[in-house]
């Protein structure tokens, strides 16, 4: 785009130029690019920053500092001079005026600007170093080959599935590759233990990346329930299939299923636990039969109990202490706002 954008081209530019350099046609010219501001007694200098620009004349808006919120206006050329105006919006919206001119060995330029109030001037200097293969190493095509690299990068991970899926998809290219494996994850998900896992894990993300891929959760989970039922995975029943459960309290088995009657089947899991717990004791426990059911009825009427006794008391200091995001923001002082301007430009 224009040579201003260090942060997002540095760590670019060193790969592409080691990976280009022997055999790169000399298609365009690489400078040496260095950045000052001021502001208010402050002073700022950045660092200096290698980039590969088309072979022209260096005096164009390719070479204002600006990012993707920004627009050139009225940019004139006058000989080896050149002049504009700029507005960027966003969170660090700006307006200035700005010149530049070619040197012999590159350019230089300037610009003034006003933000809330402040006035800003920034300076910057190009100086030519040699060629370099403008097809692979302008900020442009760098920018393409990071996003590439990242694209390819995330297909496995279905957290990143706004990469691929909707209509501000920065990978809309990938995205066959990415939904090939989300489909896989869809196809494993409908065994009721991978549905659980899955569901448990990567639930807010892979279930909209299955959705833009053309699956579904409901269609996924309607599978892993009929699984359930056939293979007497009870929980899962009750857990993930609750209008399914009435119809399995009569037959459940107390030692497999003795949560799932318990959270599901209360009138019967009260009777058998009137009838096999109650009043049991040890030893005569040891060597029931319904010992497996006995012990998770104890332990879900325990966790029950705990579930109940889980608010905060009334007189509990942290209920009256302020939040710490109730605090009043602390207002950005003038060497914040600095910074990020200057980072917005391009200034290192």
Request: hydrophobic share 35%.
């Amino acid at each position: 785009m224009n040579p201003f954008r260090p942060h997002r081209v540095v760590a670019a530019a060193l790969f592409c130029t080691a990976i280009s350099a022997a055999a790169a046609p000399d298609s365009g010219d690489r400078y040496r690019v260095t950045t000052q501001m001021k502001m208010a007694g402050m002073s700022m200098p950045g660092k200096p920053v290698d980039v590969c620009t088309a072979r022209a004349n260096p005096v164009s808006e390719q070479a204002i500092p600006k990012d993707k919120d920004c627009e050139v206006q009225n940019f004139r050329i006058d000989g080896s001079k050149a002049s504009y105006h700029i507005v960027c919006t966003g969170k660090n919206a700006m307006s200035g005026d700005g010149e530049m001119e070619t040197l012999p060995d590159g350019y230089r330029g300037s610009m003034k600007a006003q933000v809330q109030g402040q006035s800003i001037t920034m300076s910057y200097e190009g100086k030519r170093i040699g060629g370099c293969d403008y097809a692979t190493e302008s900020p442009e095509a760098m920018g393409k080959a990071m996003t590439a690299q990242a694209c390819e990068a995330q297909l496995g991970s279905p957290v990143s599935y706004s990469m691929y899926v909707g209509p501000k998809a920065a990978c809309p290219t990938y995205k066959a590759k990415f939904c090939a494996n989300v489909n896989r994850t869809a196809e494993q998900a409908v065994d009721p233990a991978r549905f659980a896992e899955t569901d448990r894990t990567l639930g807010a993300a892979i279930w909209p990346a299955i959705e833009g891929c053309g699956g579904s959760r409901t269609a996924i989970l309607a599978k892993a329930c009929g699984r359930a039922e056939s293979g007497g995975d009870l929980d899962f029943v009750g857990d993930y299939c609750p209008d399914l459960a009435p119809r399995h309290c009569a037959d459940a088995d107390p030692n497999r299923s003795g949560r799932f009657l318990v959270r599901h089947c209360g009138d019967r899991a009260r009777a058998l636990a009137a009838q096999q717990c109650e009043g049991r004791g040890y030893t005569a426990m040891q060597s029931s039969p319904y010992r497996g059911f006995c012990h998770s009825y104890a332990a879900e009427r325990l966790r029950e109990r705990n579930a109940g006794t889980q608010g905060q008391p009334a007189n509990d200091a942290s209920a009256t202490a302020p939040a710490a995001h109730d605090a009043p923001a602390k207002k950005p002082s003038l060497g914040d706002r600095f910074k990020a301007l200057k980072d917005r430009l391009g200034g290192g």
